[in-house]
């Protein structure tokens, strides 16, 4: 069974500084995709970003990219000039790509960081 | 998120009284599940849906039961509610490679 791993239960980051938010996991498959979901007080789950495992290119979107280490099963979330909004709870994610019709499509999920974003 | 619509918000339940919890997408997707956010524990599945009439178990079904009548349509019930299913719940859509749609979330309180 797939595992997800966020070792880091909470992180605080100065207002405009950098901030790396730490995951990896554990499969045996080759193909999957990888995410990170936002989750603020408002408790709407949102997808930051996405990663696909057959790309060695790293995603980025506007301020958030990833690290992804595929041999080291590492998937790590950078966000650049923190924001008071990207205040949240952030879940790291894994879904195998391919469907089997036996509940592979099902999402895992690590148990969070609790981003904390001091002005 | 517009795509998926979770009723009610928010609800209290007494230990043994049954309820359904509703999830209505919008967007024509076969893939639909249910998951439990609990603090501590991320968010785990309970049933998953990958057609009309087609259920099955995700990793914490115990106490829940689900039907997938039509396409928009995917229910959550629980039959005898217990203290420990006080959670929060999210049904969720599959969007092709781009991961899930989520709902906005049930916070259920069984007392």
């Known amino acids: 069974a797939q595992t997800v791993t966020q070792s880091q239960p909470e992180m605080s980051v100065q207002e405009a500084e950098t901030v790396t938010l730490s995951c990896t996991y554990d499969t045996s498959e080759s193909d999957y995709y990888l995410f990170w979901y936002k989750q603020p007080p408002s408790r709407q789950m949102i997808l930051v970003i996405r990663?696909?495992?057959?790309?060695?290119q790293n995603a980025t979107e506007n301020r958030f990219s990833v690290n992804f280490q595929k041999a080291a099963k590492s998937f790590s979330l950078k966000i650049s000039d923190s924001q008071l909004g990207d205040a949240a709870m952030y879940f790291c994610?894994?879904?195998?790509?391919?469907?089997?019709?036996?509940?592979?499509?099902?999402?895992?999920f690590g148990k969070g960081t609790h981003l904390i974003i001091q002005p | 998120n517009a795509g998926v619509t979770q009723t009610p918000k928010f609800h209290i339940l007494k230990t043994g009284q049954s309820m359904t919890l509703q999830c209505a997408q919008d967007m024509n997707h076969g893939y639909l599940s249910w998951y439990r956010q609990d603090p501590g524990m991320g968010l785990r599945r309970i049933h998953y849906?990958?057609?009309?009439?087609?259920?099955d178990k995700g990793e914490v079904p115990d106490g829940y039961n689900v039907s997938r009548s039509n396409t928009e349509d995917f229910p959550l019930r629980l039959e005898s509610a217990a203290p420990s299913q006080t959670s929060v719940y999210f049904c969720a859509a599959l969007t092709g490679n781009y991961g899930y749609t989520f709902g906005s979330g049930t916070r259920l309180t069984v007392v």
């Open positions: 990663q696909e495992a057959y790309k060695q």
């Open positions: 994610a894994y879904r195998p790509s391919s469907y089997s019709g036996g509940g592979a499509d099902g999402l895992t």
């Open positions: 849906s990958v057609a009309a009439g087609i259920t």
